[in-house]
């Protein structure tokens, strides 16, 4: 393994197995993001986790506002990963925004990925003429600019809308505190990098299966954003998991896992 990535990014290998699984997080989160998840698939897959550079505990002196001033920076993150642990044909599970990264890594090098797992995904999040991606372009400037003057009162706000469930509200406490660990002024990019990406066009480019997680009540990508992705992939197929949020491998994690294992069965 190269160790300037693997330091970089975080990367930790576990699990057996030839098939191997690349977990990637959204925006504000970190690996860990996938603790209830990944050990379910360590007895017969080769489990990868890393954190995006500027998130969790990569190595924040490698974080440059020109690389990851769009979400072509966070790809190169990927394919630099995938090359320096001599990874082919891998299945990427991508959360959110990560959706779209795997999606512009599988266009560029589709020998790296064979098949994309995507939960919750949008390639548009403001709204436009025929088109619903859930936010206003007012929405998303209040947003930034929340986040910019008040990080820790945007971060108390945005977790419970993002993780729903009101009857548990553990889940919003920890999305929160997991927020708060960040750095303020890299999240800003990251969110101006993710909010304000559009990836609509690329995805008629995608050319390997896809599988499209999608809850109800989402309020980060809402079901007609969900469906657009479904309707732009030709190879996708789009499964529902019962229950509502942004976050389904917290919230209903163990429904995410029996979803992706279905689905791994068949590829």
Avoid at 1 to 7: A, D, P, Q
Avoid at 18 to 28: I, P, Q, S, T, W
Avoid at 194 to 218: H, K, W
């Amino acid at each position: 393994m190269n160790l300037t990535v693997s330091k970089r990014n975080n990367v930790r290998c576990l699990g057996h197995g030839e098939k191997v699984l690349v977990f990637a997080h959204g925006f504000g989160c970190d690996q860990y993001i996938w603790d209830n998840i990944a050990p379910a698939f360590e007895t017969k897959y080769r489990v990868v986790l890393f954190d995006y550079v500027g998130s969790g505990r990569s190595d924040k002196k490698a974080y440059s506002k020109e690389r990851y001033g769009t979400l072509h920076g966070y790809k190169q993150d990927l394919i630099e990963l995938c090359d320096a642990l001599g990874l082919k044909n891998i299945v990427f599970i991508g959360h959110s925004v990560s959706s779209m990264i795997g999606a512009l890594a599988a266009i560029e090098r589709p020998d790296l990925i064979k098949n994309l797992i995507m939960i919750a995904p949008s390639a548009h999040y403001l709204n436009e003429p025929g088109y619903h991606g859930g936010f206003e372009r007012a929405d998303i400037e209040g947003m930034l600019e929340m986040l910019e003057t008040d990080y820790k009162g945007w971060a108390k706000y945005l977790a419970p809308v993002v993780l729903k469930n009101a009857d548990r509200p553990e889940f919003a406490e920890e999305f929160e505190r997991l927020l708060c660990s960040n750095d303020p002024a890299i999240m800003k990019q990251f969110a101006e990098a993710t909010f304000l990406s559009d990836v609509r066009d690329d995805l008629q480019l995608v050319a390997v299966p896809t599988l499209i997680l999608q809850m109800q009540n989402d309020a980060i990508a809402p079901v007609e954003a969900v469906a657009f992705v479904h309707s732009r992939i030709r190879d996708s197929e789009l499964v529902r998991i019962e229950g509502e949020g942004h976050n389904p491998h917290v919230s209903h994690s163990e429904e995410t896992i029996e979803k992706i294992l279905d689905y791994l069965k068949k590829v």
